[in-house]
């Protein structure tokens, strides 16, 4: 893992255009060995009968034992404002007021959920340090993301559904950026999520679980996954090996046994 | 191949998917076309009938509520963008999106956009609207781009939809294609998709094939089409024989003819 103690110098584009000047040594990464360890772990916990309602492992359920307070529905539209920021800075769109745009891209993007309905509901107290405390953590991001440059192909909001055991267990992810191209011999991409949380051991899980994922899905492991914290400015970065991606499917099929033994 | 098949999008499985050697190709015969022509007819309707793969895989059910959001332009200005791309690889993708905005918006500004059409709901956009609007067309076309890199040299963007206007039934078919391969063995069609494949993702893929065939003035159908679920890490694929297309154009008259019983039962 690197973390990066600098905050006001190193962006996370930096960081990575760092890592990836750094020749690391090839790993042979093994995809199909990941999908069979995870398939044969479902079928230890499930067994052949197919639950009626197939159970869905998503990064909060890592994350939701330790952050709680991000799970509250004002955390939830923060982090909701955040990731329309930085789309918009991803792609180098101007950004004329934090808020304001945030919300109306939010809103846009969103269209008719509960979400929304809280915050229309919100009164102009809540709204006032719902504003300034998008701000700040905007603030934050502008400073340590960095503008990806077009080459490195950034995608926003990137979202995944993995059907496995016979579609009795969901895989959800929604990566907030990736860049880097898959093609080619060996992958160079990179998951990012930007949280507006503080960055913890839960985060590390979530970040395994990225990596699994896009695994499952590309048949091609990333090689970076990394994380900004805009609470407090903090970059993680770590390289994905066979170990990550082994301790990854441990932690899904942990997760699996908890919500199987809580139906 | 017979049936659906499955495969994760691994690069041994879309090699796989993409050979089409000895896979013979079925043609529609104009008898064919006026027997379907016939079916059509002898469903009555009191406008003109569209249908598409999207009302097969819904049981025929009319989408009744439809909006312009950030997701649902993605898939034309990202799919126009990649045609900027083709034409002028120098361009990055959200270049390229600019583009293809700037086309519609250009349409709208000229009066050539038709009320609720994109380029008239992106004219009236706040600027952070615009912003997510290119992130996601932007997202699409590079997602796509890099699959279609996976799929060989022969892949090329689909100039257009396919849409096929039945004869005398007032019914225009739709048939949604990405790309196509086109080969010395022939062609094959490629759909991407959003989410999941549903239950019923094959019936769309046979019946977006056996438009495709229809629109072809030879009536050559494809070798095979397939249906990438990039956010699954799945695709789907079906071959173009007489069977797969005779299956699709029953779905599309059964979709017709629910079409009826819901207006029917509106009328009453």
């Excluded at chain 1, 639950?51 to 939830?76: E, H, M």
């Excluded at chain 2, 499955?6 to 079925?26: F, M, P, W, Y």
């Excluded at chain 2, 040299?153 to 196509?180: C, E, F, K």
């Excluded at chain 2, 019936?203 to 094939?209: I, K, P, S």
């Amino acid at each position: 893992m690197t973390t990066t103690a600098t905050p006001h110098i190193v962006t996370l584009i930096d960081s990575l255009r760092d890592a990836r000047r750094t020749t690391s040594p090839e790993v042979a990464l093994d995809s199909a060995g990941i999908r069979a360890t995870l398939a044969d772990g479902i079928y230890s916990l499930l067994g052949e009968a197919q639950p009626t309602i197939p159970y869905v492992i998503r990064p909060s359920s890592f994350r939701r034992d330790v952050a709680t307070s991000s799970y509250t529905p004002y955390g939830r539209m923060r982090g909701a404002l955040i990731t329309q920021l930085m789309r918009l800075i991803a792609i180098d769109f101007p950004i004329h007021d934090l808020f304001t745009d945030a919300v109306a891209a939010w809103r846009a993007s969103e269209g008719a959920s509960e979400l929304v309905e809280v915050f229309a509901g919100l009164d102009d107290d809540e709204r006032a340090r719902l504003a300034t405390e998008v701000v700040a953590h905007g603030v934050v991001l502008q400073q340590r993301l960095g503008i990806p440059p077009s080459s490195w192909l950034p995608r926003t909001a990137v979202r995944s559904a993995i059907r496995l055991g016979g579609g009795g267990v969901i895989l959800r992810d929604h990566i907030d950026l990736v860049i880097g191209s898959a093609n080619g011999v060996g992958s160079g991409v990179a998951l990012i999520d930007i949280t507006t949380s503080i960055l913890d051991e839960s985060m590390e899980r979530a970040l395994r679980f990225h990596a699994v994922v896009e695994t499952l899905k590309s048949g091609l492991a990333p090689r970076f996954v990394a994380t900004l914290s805009t609470a407090t400015g903090q970059l993680w970065r770590f390289n994905v090996d066979n170990e990550l991606l082994h301790r990854g499917v441990g932690e899904i099929l942990s997760t699996l046994d908890a919500l199987v033994a809580g139906r | 191949m017979n049936g659906v098949t499955q495969r994760d999008l691994t690069n041994a499985s879309l090699e796989e998917l993409c050979d089409i050697k000895g896979v013979a190709q079925a043609v529609i015969t104009s008898e064919q076309r006026d027997a379907l022509a016939a079916r059509f007819r002898s469903i009555p309707t009191g406008h003109h009938r569209r249908l598409d793969a999207w009302m097969v895989e819904k049981a025929g059910i009319q989408s009744s509520d439809f909006a312009w959001s950030p997701i649902t332009t993605r898939r034309v200005l990202g799919n126009a963008a990649l045609r900027y791309v083709e034409r002028s690889p120098q361009l990055s993708y959200s270049d390229a999106v600019y583009e293809a905005l700037a086309d519609q918006l250009d349409r709208a500004a000229r009066g050539h956009a038709r009320t609720g059409s994109l380029g008239q709901w992106i004219a009236n956009l706040a600027n952070p609207i615009v912003g997510i609007v290119v992130a996601e067309a932007t997202t699409w076309a590079t997602q796509m781009h890099q699959m279609m890199g996976r799929l060989g040299p022969d892949i090329a963007m689909a100039s257009v939809d396919a849409y096929y206007d039945v004869a005398g039934a007032r019914t225009t078919l739709r048939g949604r294609r990405d790309a196509l391969i086109k080969s010395e063995e022939g062609r094959i069609v490629i759909r991407f998709r959003s989410g999941l494949p549903v239950r019923t993702a094959g019936a769309g893929l046979r019946a977006d094939l056996a438009v495709e065939a229809l629109s072809d003035p030879q009536g050559h159908v494809a070798q095979r089409i397939i249906g990438i679920w990039p956010e699954a890490g799945v695709a789907l694929a079906l071959d173009g024989t007489m069977e797969t297309l005779r299956a699709g154009a029953r779905d599309l008259v059964r979709s017709a003819i629910v079409e009826h019983r819901h207006y029917t039962r509106i009328a009453a």
